[in-house]
Each structure stands twice: as structure tokens, then as C-alpha cells.
């Protein structure tokens, strides 16, 4: 295998590929590039155990092609090397007792390389429906939810991201129990069969780090694992086994309190009183409402911390919640409106944060109970 | 005590003398801030075992001075609480029992404080003939001299960094016992006694930080502290204690090959070759020299590299020498010439880095056997 290539569109793909591989891998060839150069062009693949992703770079892109042939380059320092090299055009050449020249200019790397013929072979299947939507819409959908995933691995469901399409409605719930965060969105086409999966959490934010431009992402759903098609990219991830919790009812659709305020200024008072908080406790602050004015406060070694803010409210009654100050900050970047609602039932019940314009995200918060 | 002052000039201030608290400090008043309250301002104070910063704002400064007064408080927080403020005033009221109140439009914080009485009491001396020099000139010596202290306590002077003063040349020293920076520069005024002081670098570090404008630095230097005078900021290190080990033997005066290359091309063959080297060896790279050519290489588990860069020698004798990688890129950090210098006597005699233009400079590098 010999070829020559423009530097830049080998680190962009190689950079994308990377994101597969496991710090945590302990098998070597899985720390490895697999790069397959034939007629098709260059085909590049990183693996772990629950995530592949291949990315072919077509043969015209490629200023010259020697000879075809197979390696894996070890993954570790490759993308350093190739960001540092002195010149735009690079040479890759496979020698003999596997190992691969890299070279620039006058700067050349002999690197150890792996047999291809041990690199796990996965067949990337396709679905006969799959669904297309813009790379920008996905890419909102993850940022609305995936920040309340659970990061303990004692529930493992709740690690992922649970997608559930009837019809033409895609429905996306993140919760790790003490929050939820629950985006909808209206497919363009319906699909005829009822889906209802969950995504592990860590590798939907690898796929968003590659969602650079808006274009179409097609996706196909398997019963195992589920395979976006971005742009040159091909990224298959396996699913979480088991049945996500049926969150449905955690959400109520009634509410004894509505509040209506500035969402800059909500988010400003709960940034100022989550200073004097103890992060070992969630950050935890107090609201209280009264006569149209929302006070929030809260407490801590140092001090504590008062802030008067109005709101519009349908209640003359007084109203007190404490609740964790950082899962409300990161509930309130879900919204980009100028004003959203607070919905409360009491001081045990969740708290809904909602837009006022917009009825597709919905983010959960449970209250604090403190004496 | 009770003013109002301008949200920015107090939070400039709060956080430059912040820099004199330590993490590691355990009497809990030392993690406040002192605040004086009288006819000449607002003074400052924040202090641990070995450095004091001090900072005056005047009184004209101030927007209102409702009563005068001091108070201590506690730093923990306090400069995310000024700078989260809502607006651009702010008004600072200590109330009974030790407490203060910081508040700005509906924001109000009510912070905990220590007895002033009980803050430790430090006189600022002056010496009668202090040094001026421009703090961008300061600035300079410790950024071509600071990276090579020693961050081992083990030999507690090496963490420091040499000044010797002589007639009207100061000279900089930092040393970690395998490398050398030395800077030298002439004063406009010579000083009449030798000064040979050794500042603890963590300080200097914190120094630096805090020179931000090109202004007047006066320095005056005691026993066993040095004063720095910057605007309105008195900053005030410990000095330690001992005889600095004696360098000038230490760098050679005459060498057998003299070296003249590309500072930028250098530097990044240096780049690439550290790339596959073992950081736990101190990223150990060679250098061949033969025929005006020099050739870079590197050797790690995960391969080789190699770099060919043409240039100017004294010599047509082949010579062979290895080093670390991590102390040639921070030395070649400190020089601005399109040349520099590279003179060497051995390949185990140490390796010396000079600009071609100026003589103010020395970078000095022990080599590593290698087999």
C-alpha cells in the first residue's frame, strides 16, 4: 500500500475515526487504524466493543495512488504526528514486516503496525426505512437531553439516551432519576414500525462532536445496534439491552402554580445563589414565592445569599421549594426564549421547566426536601 | 465601615491580592482578605507564611464612603460573588457580629467574617535606594528564566530563582541541576553594595500574574525579603535562605562545534521527533551531525523518527549527542531571533543555546548518555 494525500483531509478523517477507540481498550489491534486502500478510495476503521466507525475517503481525493493493500496503524500518537507534519502533502508506504512510513518533507516516521487480517471484521448492514433528518436538528436534540443521563453504572439504562419514534414522532428522554429532559420532534416521514430504543450516553456525544456541518443523517434502527450515515461517515453503535422506564407519567400535565419570568434573569439569580452552596449536596437553593416576587436564597458556611426577581404568577399564595442549583442551570441552557414557565404542585412534586412559546422540550427537576 | 465602589476596580484588586493566598494554608484568617477603610482608602491585604500582597484604592476611587472601618473576609467564593454581580456598583456594609453585607440592585450576600484585630501585622519597609526597572523588562527575565526551577523540594533553593546584582548588571539564574537559564540585564542606576538573593519561583510566578501594564517596577531588597512596588500593589516575598550553588563555572566560555540554525525549523523538528519518545524519560531525542546536515531522531515503542535539517558548522567532523526533548522546546521557548546558536564541546558536556544577535541570553542543557 503506498499513496499520497492532502494533509488535512487524512487528519480530519483520522481525527473522526479515533473517536471509536477506547482508552479503556486492553486488546492492542483495537488501539489500531485499519486503513483499506481499493478502488473505492481509502476506508478507514476504529472500533471498540460497542462502537465502529468507518470513514472512506473517495480514490479521486487522493492525490496518488502507488499500490492498493491493507494495514492497521497503531492509533496512539498518530493524530499528533500528523498534525506536526512540516508539509501539505503526506506519503503513506506499508514496508515489509508491518510497519508503515509516514513521511513530509524531510520529516519521515516508521511506525509498528498490526496484521489486518486480525482486525475484527463487522458487517455494516443496512435498513430498508431508514429515517433522515438535518445533522443541526439531531445535534438540538442532544444538547436538550443528553446532560441528564446518569454517569453511575449501577443503572446502566439510564446511561443512555432513550428514542422512541410512533409514526411520524420522534420522542427523546434522558433522566438519571432526580432529573428528566424529554425533547419532541415531527418526523418528515412515518415510520411503520413502533421504536422504542436507548443509545448509550457516551456515544451519542462522540457522534455530536462529529455533526460539524448541517447535513442529512440517516439512520438506521436493528435490533442491537443502531448505524448513522453523515457526509463520508459510517457510525454504528451498539444499544443498551433491557426496558427503559416508562416515564410517561412522571411528567404531570396539570399544575397548581404557574410561574412566567425572564429566563436571562431566573438563570442569573440561580447562578449567584448556587456560589454559596455545598456542591457535595447538589448545590442546593431555596425559592420562595409570594405576591408576584420570587425570592431565591441559599446558605452555606461562608454566608448566604438573597435575590429578589417578579414574575408573573396565577396565585396570591405563598410557596416555598429548594432544589439542586446546577440541575436547574443545566435544565435552563436547554432554553433559548426570552421567558419560560416554572411549574409547581407542591413542594414535594417535580418542577417543569417549559418554554413559553414552544412545546417540544420539557425539562423535570425533583425537589429537595430540606428542614 | 460602609462604602460604594465600582464592581470592576474592587474585583482588579480583590483578585490580585487573592494571589498571596495559599490552597495549602491551614489558620483559617489567612484565607481572608483585610479591608481598611480610612481617610487615605481602601487598603487590601491578603498574606501567607512567605508572601503578602497589599493594594490601595484611593479614596477618590471610591463612589461613596458612607463610615470608615476594617474587617476580614473570608476569600473563599468572594471573587465569583463581585464578579456575578448584577450591576456595576456595588456597596460593601459590615454589620454586627462579624458579618459583612455585599450587595448590587436585588442581589444581596451576607458573608461571614474574621476579627480584624487577630489578622497578622506586617510593616512594609522601604530601602533607601530601591531599584526601578520597566515591569515588561521583569516580565521578560522571568519568562526566559522561571521554566527551569526545580519543582523538587529536595534541594529547597534550586525552586527559587538567583538574583545578582553587580554594579549596574542584574543577572537571573534558574537552575533545576540539568539545565541552566540565565538572563542578564544592565540597569539604568548601579547600585552601591552586591546583591546575590534567591526568590522563592512560586512567587516570582505570581509577580508576573499580576504585571499586566507596562509600568514602573521598583524593587527593594532586604535581608531576608524583597519588596516590589507596581501601581498601587505592594507585593512582598520571603527570600530563602542559603548560598545559591555558584553557576559561573558551570557554563563554558569557549566550544569545539558551533551550530547556526532556523530557530522555527528547529524547534519543530524537535516537535516531531518528541512525538515517539518516553515521557518518563524525559523525552530523550539524538542529533547526528555530518556535512552542514543534522539529522533529529527519535525511538519509542511505537516506532522511529527521523528529520534532516540543513545548517551552518565549524566543523566536518561527525558528532553524536542525546538530550531531552521537553528542555530543548522550553529553552528554545525564550528566543525571538530567526537564528540561534547551538555550541557544544562533547557529547557529554553540556549543550548551549544562544541567540546570534544578543549576548543577554544562555540556555544550557546537560546531555543523556544513551547505549
Same mark, same amino acid.
Given at each position: 500500500?503506498?499513496?499520497?494525500?492532502?494533509?488535512?483531509?487524512? $487528519?480530519? *478523517?483520522?481525527?473522526?475515526?479515533?473517536?471509536?477507540?477506547?482508552?479503556?481498550?486492553?486488546?492492542?489491534?483495537?488501539?489500531?487504524?485499519?486503513?483499506?486502500?481499493?478502488?473505492?478510495?481509502?476506508? $478507514?476503521?476504529?472500533?471498540?466493543?460497542?462502537?465502529?466507525?468507518?470513514? $472512506?475517503?473517495?480514490?479521486?481525493?487522493?492525490?496518488?495512488?502507488?499500490?492498493?493493500?491493507?494495514?492497521?496503524?497503531?492509533?496512539?500518537?498518530?493524530?499528533?504526528?500528523?498534525?506536526?507534519?512540516?508539509?501539505?502533502?503526506?506519503?503513506?508506504?506499508? $514496508?515489509?514486516?508491518?510497519?508503515?512510513?509516514?513521511?513530509?518533507?524531510?520529516?519521515?516516521?516508521?511506525?509498528?503496525?498490526?496484521?489486518?487480517?486480525?482486525?475484527?471484521?463487522?458487517?455494516?448492514?443496512?435498513?430498508?426505512?431508514?429515517?433522515?433528518?438535518?445533522?443541526?436538528?439531531?445535534?438540538?436534540?442532544?444538547?436538550?437531553?443528553?446532560?441528564?443521563?446518569?454517569?453511575?453504572?449501577?443503572? #446502566?439504562?439510564?446511561?443512555?439516551?432513550?428514542?422512541?419514534?410512533?409514526?411520524?414522532?420522534?420522542?427523546?428522554?434522558?433522566?438519571?432519576?432526580?432529573?428528566?429532559?424529554?425533547?419532541?420532534?415531527?418526523?418528515?416521514?412515518?415510520?411503520?414500525?413502533?421504536?422504542?430504543?436507548?443509545? #448509550?450516553?457516551?456515544?451519542?456525544?462522540?457522534?455530536?462532536?462529529?455533526?460539524?456541518?448541517?447535513?442529512?443523517?440517516?439512520?438506521?434502527?436493528? *435490533?442491537?445496534?443502531?448505524?448513522?450515515?453523515?457526509?463520508?461517515?459510517?457510525?454504528?453503535?451498539?444499544?443498551?439491552?433491557?426496558?427503559?422506564?416508562?416515564?410517561?407519567?412522571?411528567?404531570?400535565?396539570?399544575?397548581?402554580?404557574?410561574?412566567?419570568?425572564?429566563?436571562?434573569?431566573?438563570?442569573?439569580?440561580?447562578?449567584?445563589?448556587?456560589?454559596?452552596?455545598?456542591?457535595?449536596?447538589?448545590?442546593?437553593?431555596?425559592?420562595?414565592?409570594? *405576591?408576584?416576587?420570587?425570592?431565591?436564597?441559599?446558605?452555606?458556611?461562608?454566608?448566604?445569599?438573597?435575590?429578589?426577581?417578579?414574575?408573573?404568577?396565577?396565585? *396570591?399564595?405563598?410557596?416555598?421549594?429548594?432544589?439542586?442549583?446546577?440541575?436547574?442551570?443545566?435544565?435552563?441552557?436547554?432554553?433559548?426564549?426570552?421567558?419560560?414557565?416554572?411549574?409547581?404542585?407542591?413542594?414535594?412534586?417535580?418542577?417543569?421547566?417549559?418554554?413559553?412559546?414552544?412545546?417540544?422540550?420539557?425539562?423535570?427537576?425533583?425537589?429537595?426536601?430540606?428542614?
Amino acid at each position: 500500500m503506498k499513496f499520497t494525500i492532502d494533509k488535512n483531509l487524512i $487528519l480530519e *478523517n483520522i481525527v473522526n475515526v479515533c473517536r471509536a477507540i477506547s482508552s479503556k481498550n486492553i486488546i492492542p489491534i483495537l488501539n489500531g487504524i485499519k486503513l483499506e486502500l481499493n478502488e473505492d478510495g481509502l476506508l $478507514l476503521t476504529a472500533s471498540d466493543s460497542d462502537l465502529l466507525i468507518k470513514s $472512506l475517503i473517495k480514490k479521486e481525493d487522493i492525490d496518488s495512488v502507488d499500490s492498493f493493500g491493507n494495514i492497521v496503524v497503531s492509533s496512539d500518537r498518530l493524530i499528533d504526528i500528523i498534525r506536526n507534519m512540516p508539509e501539505d502533502k503526506i506519503e503513506f508506504e506499508v $514496508l515489509e514486516g508491518l510497519k508503515i512510513n509516514i513521511s513530509s518533507g524531510n520529516s519521515k516516521y516508521n511506525l509498528n503496525c498490526y496484521d489486518p487480517s486480525e482486525y475484527p471484521n463487522v458487517k455494516i448492514e443496512e435498513n430498508k426505512n431508514p429515517i433522515v433528518i438535518k445533522s443541526d436538528v439531531f445535534k438540538t436534540i442532544i444538547s436538550q437531553t443528553v446532560f441528564a443521563i446518569s454517569t453511575q453504572e449501577l443503572r #446502566p439504562l439510564l446511561t443512555g439516551i432513550n428514542i422512541k419514534i410512533i409514526g411520524d414522532i420522534l420522542e427523546c428522554i434522558a433522566t438519571d432519576s432526580y432529573r428528566l429532559a424529554k425533547k419532541t420532534i415531527k418526523l418528515d416521514n412515518a415510520i411503520s414500525e413502533d421504536i422504542n430504543i436507548v443509545v #448509550p450516553g457516551k456515544n451519542v456525544l462522540e457522534l455530536d462532536k462529529i455533526l460539524t456541518d448541517d447535513e442529512d443523517l440517516t439512520i438506521h434502527i436493528f *435490533n442491537n445496534k443502531i448505524i448513522f450515515n453523515y457526509k463520508n461517515i459510517t457510525f454504528q453503535s451498539n444499544l443498551l439491552a433491557g426496558t427503559y422506564p416508562n416515564t410517561t407519567n412522571l411528567i404531570p400535565s396539570e399544575f397548581n402554580i404557574m410561574l412566567n419570568t425572564n429566563l436571562k434573569d431566573y438563570n442569573s439569580a440561580v447562578v449567584r445563589a448556587a456560589l454559596l452552596t455545598n456542591s457535595r449536596d447538589k448545590n442546593i437553593i431555596k425559592m420562595h414565592l409570594a *405576591n408576584n416576587s420570587l425570592n431565591i436564597s441559599s446558605i452555606a458556611e461562608q454566608g448566604s445569599s438573597n435575590e429578589q426577581l417578579s414574575v408573573e404568577s396565577n396565585t *396570591n399564595e405563598e410557596f416555598d421549594i429548594s432544589f439542586s442549583a446546577r440541575y436547574m442551570l443545566e435544565a435552563l441552557k436547554t432554553f433559548k426564549d426570552e421567558e419560560i414557565l416554572i411549574l409547581l404542585n407542591g413542594d414535594t412534586k417535580p418542577i417543569v421547566i417549559k418554554s413559553t412559546e414552544d412545546e417540544s422540550l420539557i425539562q423535570l427537576i425533583l425537589p429537595i426536601k430540606t428542614y
